[in-house]
């Protein structure tokens, strides 16, 4: 096959990936809930407020651990050029997920030196569901999609005796961690391959220079923990006392393990059979062993199997702490099983039967893209939530606007979590602000910078809305403690249900 012939297919497979990935997030359809909406705050901080970040969100809410602040930096080019708009910012995940078909690619081709293996490997990333769904989730794990394959392409190329591999993977390794601590396996992993593959040790000077591009990559982690006395580290050190998940039995971690690397693998080759995850990956893994132990193989197709399943089962080293009963504990594996997967194919002896595997792959991960958008939420969560939908909750500020009618209007909510108005701040802001020229008062309490970006309620407005999130998170009593306020500050006006709200209309006392 030659050269431009592998091109045009590339370029291809990339326009087609993004295609699919766009398709998937038309009409809004994306998650906006907690995590997504505060990393977007803390980008604002950084792009408004003009403040320095160096301390990234705490993990689960618990100040002792914080995420890295890479994200917020990698947000701040859409954020800029959108004023806020979270669209743009899924646009911008949308290329670089788009683009790990062509990490998934090189690699490939660079460990079986053929362009069937790469090519199949790259097809299955470009219409993985799985890897498409995190394209659209505005968060910050969703960069280690790209940056945990550049690691191991930069180990690779190191094993082929490329330096600059190292550095490759010293700042993959760095942005991976600051993404999502959980990356802290890939270190040891780091060593095992170390032994176990024996690259050609680089000059001194370059080994220091690595060592310093990765520090460089993760400072803002190590000036966190200084600042803190190393709280984060003693959190990690005493995993097992911390976590609830950690304090699983080994058998108990190990078992769920298995069961969510077969879920992996039905998510990204045939999404609609969750069931045949664990079969397919077993006869995956079985027909790699046998060509390992059965076929006459050259030294670097034999290292690359071994490098292959190194990558496929790394996360299990993390079996030693805990385990994390969330499906993005395992989102460096997509790229792994497309690897895997593709070079399987390649190996099958018949292109009729290469031809219709691909086939039956992609039309079961396009129909799921394209005609089931709300398994977004449940990739995430194992309850679909519609109050997570970036598409409900504009509807919702569309309506107060055009019910109002261009006159100042106020509003208060019951939503998750209670107290905290930073959803409905960030859209008002972002998208009824610029929409509709001007933003609803605010009737509940008082709230912190960057939450504070609607203004308190003033006397001259007419109507306040209370929006109320249907979602299962929030008990019955707190919501109707929000209907108790309501009628005691107005009379009812109209009542309005949306997909996962309901709004009420209230004509404003005076004494509000």
């Known amino acids: 096959m030659s050269k431009l012939n592998i091109i045009l297919i590339l370029i291809s497979l990339l326009l087609f990936g993004f295609w699919l990935r766009y398709e998937n997030i038309k009409g809004a359809n994306i998650v906006f809930d907690y995590d997504q909406y505060e990393d977007l705050f803390y980008t604002y901080k950084l792009a408004v407020d003009h403040q320095l970040l ?14 890295g602040v890479f994200y ?13 708009n ?18 998934v690619f090189l690699l490939a081709r660079s460990m079986f030196k053929k362009p069937l293996p790469g090519i199949l490997a790259a097809s299955l990333a470009a219409v993985s569901f799985e890897i498409i769904k995190f394209s659209n989730w505005l968060t910050i794990d969703t960069v280690t ?15 082929l005796q490329k330096k600059w591999g190292l550095v490759l993977s010293a700042v993959a390794l760095g942005l991976s961690i600051q993404a999502d601590l959980s990356f802290l396996y890939l270190i040891p992993i780091f060593f095992i391959y170390w032994l176990i593959f024996k690259p050609q040790v680089p000059s001194f000077k370059f080994f220091i220079f690595s060592i310093l591009v990765f520090l460089t990559s993760v400072s803002t982690l190590i000036l966190t923990e200084i600042k803190l006395n190393f709280t984060g ?21 190990l078992l769920l393990f298995l069961q969510d690397f077969g879920i992996n693998f039905s998510r990204n080759l045939f999404p609609q059979r969750l069931d045949f995850g664990i079969f397919i990956a077993a006869v995956i893994i079985l027909i790699i062993l046998y060509i390992l132990l059965k076929t006459q193989l050259a030294r670097q197709e034999k290292y690359a199997i071994y490098f292959l399943l190194l990558y496929l089962f790394s996360p299990a080293i993390t079996l030693i702490l805990g385990y994390h ?4 504990f395992l989102i460096g594996l ?6 895997i997967s593709g070079y399987t194919i390649s190996k099958l002896r018949y292109p009729f039967l290469i031809l219709g595997i691909m086939a039956a792959i992609t039309l079961s991960n396009i129909n799921i893209v394209i005609t089931r958008p709300q398994k977004a939420y449940e990739l995430f969560d194992s309850i679909y939530d519609p109050t997570s939908y970036l598409d409900y909750q504009l509807k919702v500020v569309d309506y107060t606007y055009q019910s109002a009618a261009g006159q100042p209007f106020a509003i208060n909510a019951v939503t998750y979590p209670l107290y905290y108005n930073g959803m409905w701040a960030y859209l008002y802001n972002w998208y009824g602000k610029s929409r509709f020229g001007y933003v609803p008062g605010w009737l509940g309490g ?26 299962g998170r929030i008990p019955d009593i707190y919501k109707n403690l929000g209907r108790v306020w309501a009628q005691k500050n107005g009379k009812l006006v109209e009542e309005k249900n949306f997909s996962g709200f309901t709004v009420l209309k209230y004509a404003k006392s005076q004494t509000i």
């Open 233 to 253: 580290i003693n959190m990690l050190l005493n995993f097992s006392s911390s976590f609830t998940d950690a304090k699983l039995s080994y058998m108990d971690r």
């Open 446 to 471: 008082d709230q912190l910078h960057p939450y504070d970006l609607l203004p308190k309620s003033q006397a001259e407005e007419k109507y306040f809305y209370l929006l109320i999130s249907e979602t």
């Open 325 to 328: 009963q969330k499906p993005w």
């Open 72 to 84: 917020y930096y990698y947000n701040l080019i859409p954020f800029l050029t959108s004023k806020g």
């Open 86 to 103: 979270p669209l743009i910012s899924a646009y911008w995940n949308i290329f670089f997920n788009t683009l790990t078909s062509l990490i």
């Open 145 to 159: 999609i790209f940056t945990v394959p550049l690691f191991y392409l930069g180990l690779w190329l190191l094993f």
């Open 54 to 67: 160096i301390i990234g969100r705490a993990i689960y809410g618990d100040p002792k651990i914080h995420h």
């Open 334 to 339: 997509p790229p792994a099983i497309a690897l």
